[in-house]
């Protein structure tokens, strides 16, 4: 009988980050998850290591809830990095993007990400500009996976 | 709580001393505040040693160096406020009655370890840096800094105009990490590392250590007849915030932390006779013009063009409160477990008249404020 731990799993798509929910093969399902609090006052991007909602201190088990985030936000800042660390390609555009929670318009999740599709100048970037959720597989992990990212690009 | 007092200070020269260690980095420092204070290591009862990248044992190693009395030690790590931390330990060690005297230490070496940050361990196909935007501190200082913009319009001249005055300022101060006189041209041209925050406007890495002697009053009126109270030390980190979990916010720890300090000293922004603040980017300067109250909420921009936080700047404005007279982090350095220690030895010798070409006229109280993203921050308020 085979031990389910000698059973070989074929690579696939792999998310950079918990919260990157990949359903399908085709990437354009992606979405981010997230979690909300009782009363819909915060949400936090998904981890499965998160239990409480800290942003009221409720030590109930069941304080968060699931959810998704919508695919488009609003960018909020940006710096462009032109020095990072040994083997990270650089110019790129940093960006704090607000996405609002599905079924809750007015609660939004800030989201660390690059935002690609436009030239990296200031004169080039607009705050407040919407953008869209597109995840790309960007790299190969050490078992064969695709490694998928989030980014944003401009609408 | 009883009333804590600034017995003696002492830093080395901030810069990049390979041939040394941690310990006896600290060892110099101890020396020179015990020296300061008119005191010996065998009177010091409790010892409070702050370094980040090290954190264990880095105490009890200074005391291996410089004598081993036995004294209770404590180690403390909160990022870039770990230094001032480590005094708040020892301020509270007098202050609860415990201990007569008390000695903070904070040292840290760096040397040329970039970027203040680093990419952890694992498959390197799951670094995020780079393919998720970036937490290096430059980039994440340099959206601080963008979010000033987009709120107040606020310019990255002005931003980089701090880095000509703290460098301008640390011209003063031997114990600078860096003695280089810049244009605005001079930073504004300079490689951009992560925009708006230019080569220049990014305080160095560095080696470095910072020491002060605490005292309670009834020791303290044996040492000086002008004695230096520690009138406020207030600790906060983060409260609940939006976007705090995916983008720090280093304000609202700030004002928090000011407001709760002018409180306990009864003091205002209007008393204050410098500040050395956290100027670890240049942009980071300017929000905290505003965080302690310096400037009025989204007129950071403004106190730069007025040069009111500039040596040079108007004496008769009643606003005028020069900020880093020491050259800041962004020119004395910024080795990370020293500077929350090193700002109260500027403040304190602000306020003994020993500042040489950068002392303030008339000063009564002063202000040292760091923070460490994660999040700390202290402010301490020392009075004459």
Redesign the interface.
Known sequence: MADATEQKIEPGQRPIVDYLELPSNDLSDAYIKALVNKDGSAAFLYSPTRRFDSSTGDLDPDSLQPARLENEGELWVYTIVHQSFPGVETPFIGAIVDVPVQGHPDLKVAVRANLVGVEPEPAKIELGMKVRLRARAARKDKEGNDVVIPEFVPI | MEDVFVAGVGMIKFGRYPEETVASLGAQAVKLALDDAGTQLTDVEMMAAGNLYRTNMVGQDILKEIGLTGIPVYNVANACATGATALREAYFAVASGAYDIALAVGVEQMGKKG?LG??GGG????I?????????M??VF??AG??H??KYGTTQAQFAQISVKNHEHAMGNPLSQYHVQLSLEDVLNS???????TLYMCCPTGDGAAAAVLMNKDKIKQYTREPIKIAASALTTDP?T??D???PDINTMTRNAAEIAYEQAGLGPEDIGSVELHDCFATAELLHYENLMLAPEGEGGRFVDEKLTDLSGPQGDKRWTPVNTSGGLLSKGHPLGATGVANVCEITWQLRGQAGDRQVPNYKAGMAHVIGLGSACTVHILTK
């Open positions: 970027l680093g990419t498959d390197p196909a799951y995020t840096e780079g393919v998720m935007g970036t937490g290096t430059p980039g340099g959206m963008m979010e913009m987009r490689r951009t590392v992560a925009y708006p925050n609940y939006p976007r979990l995916t983008f």
